[in-house]
């Protein structure tokens, strides 16, 4: 496979689509086994975790439902850790149980400011489904509850994930070539 050019950047094919489409189903079995019957309300966030809950949602065998929200905390490369407000929650998440979807977690930034937006609604359970993690880029105390690929701190492309708004289409995932 090819590497692939974005502002300048090249990156280098990590994940194959085969990899993630196998791993998403995995995570759909322990998640059907832990929350069957309790009838989970996920949380997509987007834009990057669209790739990864369309995957995922569709896994699961059993009653749940699906929601949509907003809120960015990087520009270009580099967290600014600033984190935005949470856009677009309509649902009463009251007593229930939700499933975040994320893409990523990074510093954890983002995902730890969430949670607690979140719990203020009380929720009976709150978990986190993510794609990629970089435990090793993590700043804050969060734990995500389920975990595609423990992945280095390096910037990561494709499936969902862009740089600047771009390679979210790529089928696979691409990390960033060069030293560390
Ligand atoms: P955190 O707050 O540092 O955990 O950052 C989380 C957010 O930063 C994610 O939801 C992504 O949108 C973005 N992000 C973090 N690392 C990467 C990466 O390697 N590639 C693309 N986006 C990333
Ligand atoms: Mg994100």
Do not use: W
């Amino acid at each position: 496979m090819e590497q692939v050019t974005y502002n300048g950047l090249t990156f280098e094919p990590y994940i194959l689509r085969e990899q993630i489409d196998k791993r998403i189903k995995e995570i759909a079995a322990t998640i059907t086994a832990d929350c069957e019957g309790k009838r989970p309300l996920f949380i997509c966030v987007l834009n990057g975790a669209f790739s990864f809950a369309s995957d995922l949602f569709r896994s699961v065998d059993f009653d749940a439902e699906i929601s949509f929200i907003r809120l960015k905390s990087y520009s270009g490369m580099g967290s600014t850790g600033v984190v935005k407000e949470v856009v677009g929650l309509s649902e009463d998440i009251k007593g229930r149980t939700v499933i975040v979807i994320e893409d990523i977690v990074d510093t954890g930034k983002t995902i730890k400011h969430l949670l607690e937006t979140l719990s203020e609604k009380e929720p009976a359970e709150l978990k986190v489904a993510t794609l990629l993690f970089k435990p090793e880029a993590l700043e804050v105390d969060v734990k995500p509850d389920y975990v595609g690929f423990n992945i280095p701190s390096k910037f990561i492309v494709g499936f969902g994930l862009d740089i600047d708004g771009l390679a979210r289409n790529l089928n696979d995932i691409y990390i960033l070539k060069g030293n560390d």
